[in-house]
């Protein structure tokens, strides 16, 4: 028996497409069932596929605008697509329903960030908190928010908040292994842990540390040709999302 339950741990589990089947075995039924249509919504938002989520979500407002967190996933729908006053409009009807819904709070700070609004983020960010103090996302949010002030403690407290938590941060720092101090004249290990277009960005830092200190770079596996060619000095990896590596240069 299709069970919608069923199809929400296909979503948890990070598997889209099993959890779009059984969602839409339900709508085949009922194609105004509205948990279906949330959950294909959801599923379809995790896999980027924001058009669709977007038409899905705007049908299951039709059928029940009081919920409150319907109205935030369309506006989290929108922001995905760049259309920030869109998002911003259902996300403010989100709060007006349900002033407390952290992940509302959450997307309106980003938003702010995003519009280079920092103190408006700020303030959203600290509510959330206020609300449910472990937020990871949040705190990132406020890590933004609070680099672009120039709060510099405050800010990459924040940002490292969501390390290890996510699939373009998977891992966190190793504990055998600290964060570079500044320290002169060592074998650094430096990896990636975001985008492939933020990797090749921030490559650039590269030659300046390599001017004092021994350099062994850990990269996105389609990146490692481009940047063994550009950095011929030091020892590259391409092994990033795969594991951890224990690489000693030997």
Known sequence: MTNIL?????????EPDEALRIASQILNDDPDQVDA?????????NAERYGL???LYK???????????IWNNIGLVCMKMMRDDEARKYLTRSLNMEPDNTAALN?????????????????LGEKSLSIDPD????KETLGYANLMLGNWESGWDGYEAMVGTEKHRTFPPRKDRPYWDGTRELTLNIRGEQGIGDEISFASMIPDVSRENKVILVCDARLY??????FPDITVHPTRFEKWPIVTGK
Request: proline share 3%; charged share 20%.
């Open 6 to 14: 069923d199809a929400i741990r296909y979503v948890e589990n990070g």
């Open 37 to 45: 249509l949330c959950v294909a919504g959801q599923a379809l938002l």
């Open 53 to 55: 989520a977007y038409n």
């Open 59 to 69: 049908r299951a407002l039709e059928l029940r605008p009081d919920i409150s967190g």
């Open 107 to 123: 997307n309106m700070a980003l938003i702010e960030v995003n519009n280079g609004n920092p103190k408006g983020a700020v303030v």
């Open 135 to 138: 937020q990871a996302d949040v």
């Open 225 to 230: 040709c481009l940047f063994k060619r550009s």
